[in-house]
T-cell receptor, first 111, second 116 residues
């Protein structure tokens, strides 16, 4: 499984944008970049995914570097409810059903 | 209905007990998963079922025995567990069963297991 590297923790102020980075220098051409988050006392939940182009949905935006060796999850206006562990995960087309979590980034949001 | 329901929410068992964890979804998903999560650690994949057949076993000890009796139900049978098996056990499901790694996984809230 290709490896991702994320900061252990980040802090943000409420109502401000948050940029969560992820490095994946060994990414292969068939790896999709997925983001999940896990709120306290809950199971993980899907946030967004992409392959090459930037992606937007109602929860967040995903910016993917041109060489695909890094990506950034963008929360446009952080709320207290966004405090969670954010996981950046690579999923390979060959092993599509495997979702393997790395250490993730603990996001703290201050009011 | 976009829920994955896990029961029980909490389970305490002795090392000689036999117990089961249950997971149910009614989203028509054909892939189901078991993950194990220790405190302050990321979830670790244990098993994947695709169309009720075991497709991935991540070298899990035989004291954990998964079962998928139908497309909506996933069980994890527990026998002769050790205290270090105490953890949160998460179930998930997804629509895709082929090699398309684009679909999202839906997770339950987990069953917290304590082995005495």
């Amino acid at each position: 499984d290709a490896k991702t590297t994320q900061p252990n923790s980040m802090e943000s102020n409420e109502e401000e944008p948050v940029h969560l980075p992820c490095n994946h220098s060994t990414i292969s051409g068939t790896d999709y970049i997925h983001w999940y988050r896990q709120l306290p006392s809950q199971g993980p939940e899907y946030v967004i995914h992409g392959l090459t182009s930037n992606v937007n949905n109602r929860m967040a935006s995903l910016a993917i570097a041109e060489d695909r060796k890094s990506s950034t999850l963008i929360l446009h206006r952080a709320t207290l409810r966004d405090a969670a562990v954010y996981y950046c995960i690579l999923r390979d087309v060959e092993y599509g059903n495997k979702l393997v979590f790395g250490a993730g980034t603990i996001l703290r949001v201050k009011s | 209905d976009t829920e994955v329901t896990q029961t029980p929410k909490h389970l305490v068992m002795g090392m000689t007990n036999k117990k089961s964890l249950k997971c149910e979804q009614h989203m028509g998903h054909r892939a189901m998963y078991w993950y194990k999560q220790k405190a302050k650690k990321p979830p670790e994949l244990m098993f994947v079922y695709s169309y009720e057949k075991l497709s991935i076993n991540e070298s899990v000890p035989s004291r954990f025995s998964p079962e998928c009796p139908n497309s909506s139900l996933l069980n994890l049978h527990l026998h002769a567990l050790q205290p270090e098996d105490s953890a949160l056990y998460l179930c998930a499901s997804s629509l895709e069963t082929s090699g398309r790694p684009t679909g999202e996984l839906f997770f339950g809230e987990g069953s917290r297991l304590t082995v005495l």
